[in-house]
């Protein structure tokens, strides 16, 4: 470029500051071309805005702004870190607006290179214009609709899906199940909270597959307050994974997941005592038995007492079963505090310590 075409980087500073500050972000990356002083111009530029929240609803709450704020108040900045964006169940009009509005943002969010997206939606479907935004690196949907197919998020590593229905509406959809390997390749950490699995091609009580990629090493699961998603088995493979927890707050039907963690270190178990009729106990206690087998590398493990309610519920099952854990270091028993005095029975401690070699394990009893 010659000189005496670069007129920009001869301009003082305080006017090159007051032509930037009525550029959008469009205008200023076509300006930074134009001249050699593109460092110094960029310097500038309006700093980062950290967040913000939108609301679709005619009257947003305290926290939050009506979406129509979002183009002025981010026009002159080149990078968003955070957008959330809420919508409430509307009527059929409102709905399909706000659907419109939602791609135009998210499209706008995209050219700020925003990188965490929290997305309420009541029945929402979640937007395409999101899908497409490469420089997502954390995602959090509530309350969204969805196949397990649609979820393709190649940047993410962060996933939060909390109150999601994943809908299998074909054959080869609820045959293959959820595999995260293909959508979500860069996945490190992964919360499931309170999902629902339902479809016409989905029965009561099939098994559901779960496949995770090799990147995934940390992995949630808040389980219950859902009769729906407690009335399928699932099947959870994860080759990498490191870091595991389930939560089930629920005291209906328990089902406890097959699991296959080859690289587990850390396990934290935690459910509320199922009410269960006595013809079923016996099969809760084996499914439980299942479960824990998959967790045998663990060699940080937290169990809650009600997991030790459930182990020594049917007299004489447990004696016909090997000891799930062999690399164990530590086992912590949760115990509530009404229950500081409660005898652990010594068959279920020689059934979770007596595979781990001999002395290895610390026993510790919390409340």
């Known amino acids: 470029m010659d000189d005496d075409k670069d007129r920009w980087s001869k301009l003082p500073e305080d006017i090159l500051e007051k032509i930037v500050s009525s550029l959008d972000v469009k205008s200023m990356v076509r300006v930074s071309s134009l001249t050699k002083s593109s460092r110094q111009l960029k310097k500038l530029w309006p700093p980062f805005y950290p ?121 080869e959809c609820s045959s293959g199940g959820v595999d995260f390997r293909q959508g979500c390749p860069k996945l490190i950490a992964l919360s499931l909270v309170k999902c629902i699995f339902s479809g016409k091609y989905l029965s009561f009580q099939e098994l559901v597959k779960m496949t995770m990629g090799p990147n995934l090493v940390n992995l949630t699961i808040v389980a219950g307050g859902c009769v729906n998603s407690d009335s399928h088995q699932f099947e959870i493979r994860a080759p990498g994974l490191e870091d595991f927890t389930l939560l089930h707050n629920s005291s209906g039907y328990v089902r406890f997941p097959s699991v296959d963690f080859p690289a587990l270190k850390h396990a934290v178990v935690d459910a509320s005592k199922p009410i269960y009729p006595q013809e079923h106990q016996r099969e809760l206690c084996l499914s439980l038995f299942t479960f824990l087998q998959g967790l045998h590398n663990a060699e940080f493990v937290s169990l809650s007492y009600s997991i030790i309610q459930t182990l020594s519920m049917v007299p004489g099952i447990m004696e016909d079963q090997p000891s799930p854990f062999r690399r164990l270091k530590s086992l912590t028993l949760e115990l509530t505090s009404d229950l500081k005095h409660w005898q652990i029975p010594a068959k279920v401690v020689t059934y979770l310590l007596s595979g781990s070699p001999a002395g290895s394990a610390d026993l510790l009893i919390e409340s």
């Open 51 to 171: 967040s913000i929240a939108l609301d679709f609803s005619p009257c947003p709450s305290s926290h939050t702004d009506h979406y129509g704020s979002f183009f002025p108040k981010l026009r002159h900045y080149t990078k968003l870190n955070k957008l959330e964006l809420h919508c409430r169940r509307q009527d059929k009009v409102r709905k399909i607006t706000s659907k419109i509005n939602l791609g135009k943002i998210i499209e706008f969010a995209t050219t700020l290179y925003v990188d965490h997206i929290v997305f309420t939606a009541s029945g929402f479907t979640i937007p395409n214009q999101m899908f497409s935004c490469n420089s997502l690196i954390t995602v959090e949907l509530k309350g969204c609709h969805f196949s397990p197919n649609d979820l393709r998020f190649p940047t993410v590593r962060t996933l939060r899906l909390e109150h999601c229905r994943f809908l299998f509406r074909d054959k």
